[in-house]
């Protein structure tokens, strides 16, 4: 774990007690890196407001939430049942902290902390993994194609309905007649499909959209990492609710915030469409017997499919 805050905090010495440091001195909220007596790792909100837990917070996997009294401050208290849990712990923990930062009311930032916990029930009941660096470049095609091609030509509305990849359908967006699949690929002419399902749809029209991607630098022109996309696409929904129906379905999508993201940095180098009609490149069915299938379309094959002005026109995908 390459953050870790409880790593020196040593265990209370009192069953009554807990030992803890100040997790951002410069917020509103009083929030605590802590520990009990048996050394549990706990995260504390330490506030003069009242908290209500009703019947409507949900149970977080792994994780138990109590309310409690500590001289005249009301506390909040998120218990990690396994340490082996402590980095997607820690992961919500600096969610909480980082929604609130900017709040200026303690009984709005409170009731904020508990509409976040009714985000991650989902994630943490069913055990989801945050992605991975290889998933996190395919989130950025998703993104790309949301921000330079739906956001343009449609509502923020629309445009965050379209997008179905996070509610874990088959194809990444679908609207007006089109399924729209979306691909990343470095310098190798190759897109990896998962599931034979990818390239077969029920609508009209199946685009492809590949998102050509070099691994770059923060010193780079034009170059990006996740976060400055994700606020691109906040500036262009605008309204505050698009903005956190837009942050749920990155969480459905597996995204959490983490330091190391910040890192990551790409270049996008070219993008294109094909269209997948008769005779592309595909795999139609499964041999009986096969339950599963992954493979690769050689994209110098498909030249004759990449889709004209027309199509785009008919999508309503102008750039």
Not at 55 to 62: E, N, S, V
Not at 209 to 231: G, H, M, P, Q, R
Not at 247 to 266: A, D, H, I, T, V
Request: with cysteine; net charge negative; charged share 25%.
């Amino acid at each position: 774990m390459k953050n870790n805050p409880w790593q020196n905090i040593k265990p209370s010495v009192s069953e009554n007690a807990i030992n803890g440091i100040l997790a951002d001195q410069s917020h509103l909220l009083e929030f605590y890196w802590a520990k009990d007596i048996s050394g549990n790792f706990l995260f504390v909100l330490s506030a003069s407001s009242k908290i209500i837990l009703t019947a409507d917070i949900p149970k977080l996997y792994g994780i138990d939430i109590s309310v409690g009294k500590h001289d005249r401050s009301n506390q909040l208290v998120f218990t990690l049942a396994s340490k082996e849990d402590k980095e997607i712990f820690y992961t919500l923990c600096m969610d909480l902290v980082n929604s609130t930062k900017e709040l200026h009311d303690e009984d709005y930032a409170i009731n904020t902390v508990l509409l976040r916990l009714e985000k991650w029930q989902y994630f943490l009941k069913n055990k989801r993994k945050p992605i991975d660096k290889r998933q996190l470049r395919g989130l950025i095609g998703e993104l790309l194609f949301l921000k330079n091609y739906l956001l343009v030509n449609y509502t923020a509305e629309d445009a965050l309905t379209f997008w179905k990849a996070p509610l874990q359908s088959v194809h990444d967006f679908e609207f007006s007649g089109f399924s729209v699949e979306v691909k990343t690929k470095s310098s190798v002419n190759t897109v990896h499909i998962s599931s034979y399902e990818q390239l077969f749809s029920e609508l009209e029209h199946l685009l492809l959209y590949v998102a050509t991607l070099n691994e770059s630098t923060s010193s780079t022109l034009k170059a990006f990492n996740i976060y400055n996309l994700i606020d691109d696409i906040k500036s262009l929904l605008g309204n505050v609710l698009y903005k956190e129906r837009f942050e749920n379905l990155l969480m459905q999508y597996g995204f959490l915030e983490r330091e190391e993201y910040k890192e990551y940095w790409f270049l996008l180098i070219a993008d294109e469409f094909y269209e997948v009609s008769e005779g592309f490149p595909r795999i139609a069915e499964l041999p009986d017997g096969v339950e599963a299938l992954t493979y690769r379309v050689n994209l110098e094959k498909c030249k004759n499919y990449r889709v004209e002005e027309k199509i785009l026109q008919k999508a309503g995908l102008k750039k």
